[in-house]
């Protein structure tokens, strides 16, 4: 059975940085490709980005590449995310799922994070 927690969210102000960390267990990074997705009031749950277990290969959606940075590190079995120039309309619930295929079709998902851009 898969067990994942998040932690690193928070406040942080428009154009700050923040760094989302996911711990893993029951599942190797190597077999099993890793999503982050958010959910904000009122909008719907969008997959922010993916990142392979075959290869590492990562996959954004529009409105954050080139902010954000998925990455895993398979000794200690966690991914991060890396949000650079945070806006106010990142401010999200955040998620880490498996997302096997980075199909978008989530198996397993954390608890969630909270994450608050605002001045």
């Known amino acids: 059975q898969v067990h994942l927690v998040e932690s690193g969210g928070g406040l942080v102000q428009p154009g700050g940085s923040l760094r989302l960390s996911c711990a893993v267990s029951?599942?190797?990074?190597?077999?099993?490709?890793m999503a982050w997705f958010r959910q904000a009031p009122g909008k719907e749950r969008e997959e922010v980005s993916c990142?392979?277990?075959?290869?590492?290969?990562?996959d954004y959606s529009r409105s954050v590449k080139g902010r954000f940075t998925m990455s895993r590190d398979k000794a200690k079995n966690t991914v991060s995310l890396q949000m650079n120039m945070l806006k106010p309309e990142d401010t999200a619930i955040y998620y880490c799922?498996?997302?096997?295929?980075?199909?978008?079709?989530?198996?397993?998902w954390g608890q969630g994070i909270h994450v608050t851009v605002s001045s």
């Open positions: 799922a498996t997302d096997k295929w980075c199909s978008g079709e989530f198996g397993s």
């Open positions: 029951g599942e190797t990074l190597d077999y099993f490709g």
């Open positions: 990142i392979r277990g075959s290869d590492g290969s990562t």
